[in-house]
């Protein structure tokens, strides 16, 4: 299958940024890629946190990115998971961003793959000072543009501030994997402007990859969600929940790639352990999609 052709600037009604290199391409070295996801234990100062050595939080997120690598993806996210109930961005602490360092670090040095940075919920600064200080390629932000409202309570988007900051520490090689729809939430806020507004937000605010989701944690993306944000953009799209070996090769050929997770674990749910046999599995998958695997 050829890869999906986003709209270029002349197929669009209005060039809402100049064209960039694909982000993929040049963090992962293809132009389709499928991402796991290393949902990291309690950390320090979070409420199921119980004093675990950082040596014991190393290991299992190394042996976790190790079962994503065998089993065949371009590469991984580190998230705080585990950090229930998650803060707002202005309640996130130092030792947060600390400890996921620390965590991403390993993962990088010791799995070789290119690694990203998810801090929840909506973590914009904290995931670029713990990407930065990781050495890693790429922050996830869940609401770049806009705002809705949360489990948290009502989030806006951070792309001014975050964008900034990035400048500030010299950190300007990150890219920005951006939901347009993040998922745990209310979109009522700004119900009157259409997904193709919404997506030329994202991408007018400087993202440099698109994640469509659904509703919730393991929910299927909609293929016309997944359509109609490969319609109004010329940055890559990805799938950012739901994904499993029944819908894979169909949603994988809708779009550039995948953050894949709960499908791939023992039993099924986020906060279980990587299955490396689910993993190859899916990626295989992938492969009859045609993505290129590592």
Same mark, same amino acid.
């Given at each position: 299958?050829?890869?999906?052709?986003?709209?270029?600037?002349?197929?669009?009604?209005?060039? $809402?940024?100049?064209?960039?290199?694909?982000?993929?391409? #040049?963090?992962?070295? /293809?132009?389709?890629?499928?991402?796991?996801? $290393?949902?990291?234990?309690?950390?320090?100062?979070? !409420?199921?946190?119980?004093? &675990? !050595?950082?040596?014991?939080?190393? &290991?299992?997120?190394?042996?976790?990115? /190790?079962?994503?690598?065998?089993?065949?993806?371009?590469?991984?996210?580190?998230?705080?998971a585990?950090?229930?109930?998650?803060?707002?961005?202005?309640?996130?602490?130092?030792?947060?961003?600390?400890t996921?360092?620390?965590?991403?670090?390993?993962?990088?040095?010791? $799995?070789?793959? !290119?690694?990203?940075?998810?801090?929840?919920?909506?973590?914009?600064?904290? #995931?670029?000072?713990?990407? &930065?200080?990781? &050495?890693?390629?790429?922050?996830?932000?869940?609401?770049?543009?806009?705002?809705?409202?949360?489990?948290?309570?009502?989030?806006?988007?951070?792309a001014?501030?975050?964008?900034?900051?990035?400048?500030?520490?010299?950190?300007?090689?990150?890219?920005v994997?951006?939901?347009?729809?993040?998922?745990?939430?209310?979109?009522?806020?700004?119900?009157? =402007?259409?997904l193709?507004?919404?997506?030329?937000?994202?991408?007018?605010?400087?993202?440099?990859?698109?994640?469509?989701?659904?509703?919730?944690?393991?929910?299927?993306?909609?293929?016309?969600?997944?359509?109609?944000?490969?319609?109004?953009?010329?940055?890559?799209?990805?799938?950012?929940?739901?994904?499993?070996?029944?819908?894979?090769?169909?949603?994988?050929?809708?779009?550039?790639?995948?953050?894949?997770?709960?499908?791939?674990?023992?039993? @099924? =749910?986020?906060?279980?352990?990587?299955?490396?046999?689910?993993?190859?599995?899916?990626?295989?998958?992938?492969?009859?999609? @045609?993505y290129?695997?590592?």
């Amino acid at each position: 299958m050829n890869t999906p052709a986003p709209r270029t600037d002349d197929q669009r009604p209005l060039g $809402v940024f100049p064209p960039k290199e694909s982000a993929l391409e #040049s963090i992962f070295g /293809t132009d389709r890629a499928v991402i796991g996801v $290393v949902h990291c234990p309690p950390l320090p100062g979070s !409420p199921h946190y119980r004093g &675990q !050595p950082i040596a014991e939080l190393i &290991q299992f997120a190394v042996e976790e990115a /190790t079962a994503y690598r065998e089993g065949g993806v371009h590469g991984l996210i580190v998230e705080n998971a585990w950090d229930l109930p998650f803060p707002k961005p202005e309640d996130q602490g130092f030792e947060t961003a600390a400890t996921l360092a620390v965590l991403g670090d390993h993962v990088r040095e010791k $799995v070789g793959l !290119p690694v990203g940075v998810n801090v929840l919920a909506n973590g914009a600064h904290c #995931s670029i000072a713990t990407a &930065q200080a990781s &050495q890693s390629s790429f922050v996830r932000v869940n609401q770049w543009a806009n705002a809705y409202v949360a489990n948290e309570g009502f989030m806006e988007g951070l792309a001014p501030s975050a964008t900034r900051y990035r400048a500030t520490l010299r950190a300007e090689h990150l890219k920005v994997f951006a939901d347009v729809h993040v998922k745990h939430g209310s979109h009522s806020i700004i119900a009157d =402007r259409s997904l193709a507004e919404q997506t030329e937000d994202a991408e007018f605010f400087d993202a440099d990859v698109l994640i469509a989701t659904g509703g919730r944690t393991g929910d299927e993306a909609a293929e016309s969600e997944v359509r109609g944000i490969m319609d109004a953009t010329g940055l890559p799209v990805i799938i950012g929940s739901g994904m499993n070996d029944g819908n894979a090769e169909r949603l994988l050929s809708l779009c550039h790639g995948a953050i894949v997770a709960s499908a791939l674990k023992e039993n @099924g =749910r986020w906060w279980g352990r990587v299955d490396q046999s689910k993993v190859r599995a899916f990626t295989r998958h992938a492969e009859k999609a @045609g993505y290129q695997l590592p």
